[in-house]
């Protein structure tokens, strides 16, 4: 099993920036991919993936060149860098991991989920 907890999420203005945190726990040396996603409020839309050993990164057209993500392993942390942001980011932000070594950008596709943090982005 793996946990994931995530933090950072809160209130910008469009244009800001905010940094979203996900700390992994349990088995991670398994995990293969780590992956955000963010639900509003409809289907669990893929945002960004990251290799978790290689850091081999993906992105959804909507966030391309805004958002970033990345990993430090020594602290077990996948991190999405949210720049330049706009109203229609407005949404509950997920971590996500995978262990089978599949490449997926869909939510099937990842067997642990965090709770979720909230980012919402006022005009």
């Known amino acids: 099993q793996v946990q994931l907890v995530e933090s950072g999420g809160g209130l910008v203005q469009a244009g800001g920036s905010l940094r979203l945190s996900c700390v992994a726990s349990?088995?991670?040396?398994?995990?293969?991919?780590m992956a955000w996603f963010r639900q509003a409020p409809s289907e669990r839309e893929f945002v960004a993936r990251i290799?978790?050993?290689?850091?081999?990164?993906y992105y959804a057209d909507s966030v391309k060149g805004r958002f970033t993500i990345s990993t430090d392993q020594a602290k077990n942390t996948v991190y999405l860098q949210m720049n330049s942001l706009k109203p229609e980011d407005t949404a509950v932000y997920y971590c996500?991991?995978?262990?089978?070594?599949?490449?997926?950008?869909?939510?099937?596709?990842?067997?642990?989920w965090g709770q979720g943090t909230q980012v919402t982005v006022s005009s």
């Open positions: 290799s978790w050993k290689g850091g081999f990164t």
């Open positions: 996500a991991a995978d262990s089978s070594g599949s490449i997926s950008s869909r939510a099937r596709g990842y067997e642990y």
């Open positions: 349990g088995r991670t040396f398994s995990v293969s991919y």
